[in-house]
């Protein structure tokens, strides 16, 4: 199991978070846009938040900014956090509009708090895992769109959950963070799903 667990940390890599939730996003909305529109989209988001961060990554690890794609230091968390912040702002500014995409742009303003307050503890010496901040804000997205959208996917949100385990073990199993780093980010990454539900369920 030790050996199978880890795969969970790749799986549910912060770096995929974005494209999950518009992958979900659309799941619910297949009925309402066209595929040209949801494939445009997905082109876009996958340069945006995958290609664009990856090639951050490498250049911080040429320089010895970072030293695995894990990036447990604190010190080390910094700049990639930063920039994730920059990334989300781009996205709400100019592809996740309010207007076409709703549900999402709060999922995104959300984890822009998230992000924010992920950074502010790091200057605060304290570290929050950011592997359940992000698994926790897209099992709440689920949940609120199941809510909203009267869907019945009864077993999405479970499947999240017990997702939430095996993501939270895996950090445990790899000795990346303790508990109370995972609660912080389970916190970090709900709080801000659930204050922002209010605005569109």
Known sequence: ?????PIFSYIFHP????????FFFFLFHIADYKIEQISAFFLQISIITIVTPMALYYLLRFTNKVDS????DMEQRKIPLIFQSFIIILLLRKIIS?????EL???FLGALFSTLFALGLLYNKTKASLHMLAISALT??????????????????????LMNGFVASSRL????????????????????????????L
Do not use: D, R, S
């Open 1 to 5: 199991m030790k050996k199978i667990l």
């Open 69 to 72: 794609i894990m990036i447990a």
């Open 105 to 107: 742009h709060f999922f």
């Open 173 to 200: 199993v790899m000795q990346a963070h303790t508990p109370k780093e995972l609660i912080i980010g389970l916190l970090l990454g709900c709080i801000p799903q659930f204050l922002f539900l209010f605005l569109w």
């Open 15 to 22: 770096l995929f978070t974005p494209i999950q939730a518009c």
């Open 98 to 102: 309010l207007e076409y995409y709703p």
């Open 140 to 161: 709440v997205f689920v949940f609120g769109l199941n809510i909203h959208l009267q869907m019945g996917n009864i077993y999405l949100v479970p499947f999240l959950l």
